[in-house]
Nanobody
Framework: QVQFVESGGGLVQPGGSLRLSCAVS????????????MAWYRQAPGKQRELVAS???????NYADSVKGRFTISRDNAKNTVSLQMNSLKPEDTAVYYC?????????WGQGTQVTVSS
């Protein structure tokens, strides 16, 4: 059973930083490395879930315009993990953050991790 478990969220002041992590279990390292394009998504209260950043199996990255230059996505294929380094956080970054494949697979949505940016 494939599972995606997010961690690292919390409360941070505007301008602060957080690093989110996503552990992927139930899939072999070779499958993860070669076949799993991964992404971080977020859903703010009252809004639809949106794509924040993605990273292909080959390491190519893409970012939503709203986070370019502030967020960095990375992956560790040896550990089946994906991370999101978030700097210069803004109140509008407040949301529940999820990781999933890109494109997302409905079955793989986890509980997410809450990020709150507030003074």
């Amino acid at each position: 059973q494939v599972q995606f478990v997010e961690s690292g969220g919390g409360l941070v002041q505007p301008g602060g930083s957080l690093r989110l992590s996503c552990a992927v279990s139930g899939v072999s390292g070779s499958i993860f490395r070669w076949y799993y394009d991964m992404a971080w998504y977020r859903q703010a209260p009252g809004k639809q879930r949106e794509l924040v950043a993605s990273i292909s199996s080959g390491g190519s990255t893409n970012y939503a315009d709203s986070v370019k230059g502030r967020f960095t996505i990375s992956r560790d294929n040896a550990k089946n993990t994906v991370s999101l380094q978030m700097n210069s956080l803004k109140p509008e970054d407040t949301a529940v953050y999820y990781c999933n494949r890109q494109p997302a697979v409905a079955l793989y949505w986890g509980q997410g991790t809450q990020v709150t940016v507030s003074s």
